[in-house]
Structures are given as structure tokens and as C-alpha cells.
Nanobody, 121 residues
Framework: QVQLVESGGGLVQAGGSLRLSCTGS????????LAWFRQAPGKEREFVAR????????YYADSVKGRFTVFRDNAKNTVYLQMNSLKSEDTAAYYC??????????????WGQGTQVTVSS
């Protein structure tokens, strides 16, 4: 089992940037593919981005493509989500998850507690 801890959320103005981190506890963290999801109040959890265990493959939701970048440092057991050109519609709680290779949140067994991102317009 792996424990995940997200950090880096906060309040930012539209057009600004934030970098989220997801750090895993397991020594095998570097063998996990990882995904980022987000959930806004009253909305379903949606896929944002995912990265393979090696970092060689990445996928993005159309809504964030070209603005967000996911990358990882396996030596630090950490995956990052660099978010640029933020928009008000990016406001949500952001979660990282491992244990699958999918855009579907239901397929992931392990989740972090989430970090809040609020973009003011």
C-alpha cells in the first residue's frame, strides 16, 4: 500500500501559476503510474493528467493541454503538476492517485487527501 500527500495548492490570480506536488511513502513509488484528478464543488471528479512510472508517457485532459505539465522525480518519490495560465474554471480540489493507468477515477485504489486550488478572476 502507498500513502500519497499532495501539497502546493493555494489562492492565485487568473493567469498565474502554481506547482502541485504529490509525494508517496512507498519504496516502490517509482514503479507506479500516477494520475491527477480534480473536483469542483457540485461537480464530479475529473481527470486532469497522468504520467507513466518512468515519466516517458504523459496524457492530459483537453481542458488543460498546453497549460499544465506533469513530471516526476523518482529519486524524491514525487510527481509534480505545473499549472500555468490558470483560469477561474481550474478552481477545484486536486488529488493524485496511483494503482491504475486510466482516465477513470474509479479504477484508482490509492488516493491522496487533496489540495485546494482557488483561482480568482
Amino acid at each position: 500500500q502507498v500513502q500519497l500527500v499532495e501539497s502546493g495548492g493555494g489562492l492565485v490570480q487568473a493567469g498565474g501559476s502554481l506547482r502541485l506536488s504529490c509525494t508517496g511513502s512507498a519504496r516502490t513509488f517509482s514503479s507506479y503510474n500516477l494520475a491527477w484528478f480534480r473536483q469542483a464543488p457540485g461537480k464530479e471528479r475529473e481527470f486532469v493528467a497522468r504520467i507513466s512510472w518512468s515519466g516517458s508517457s504523459t496524457y492530459y485532459a483537453d481542458s488543460v493541454k498546453g497549460r499544465f505539465t506533469v513530471f516526476r522525480d523518482n529519486a524524491k518519490n514525487t510527481v509534480y503538476l505545473q499549472m500555468n495560465s490558470l483560469k477561474s474554471e481550474d478552481t477545484a480540489a486536486y488529488y493524485c492517485a496511483v494503482g491504475a493507468w486510466s482516465d477513470r477515477s474509479g479504477e484508482y485504489p490509492y488516493w491522496g487527501q487533496g489540495t485546494q486550488v482557488t483561482v480568482s478572476s
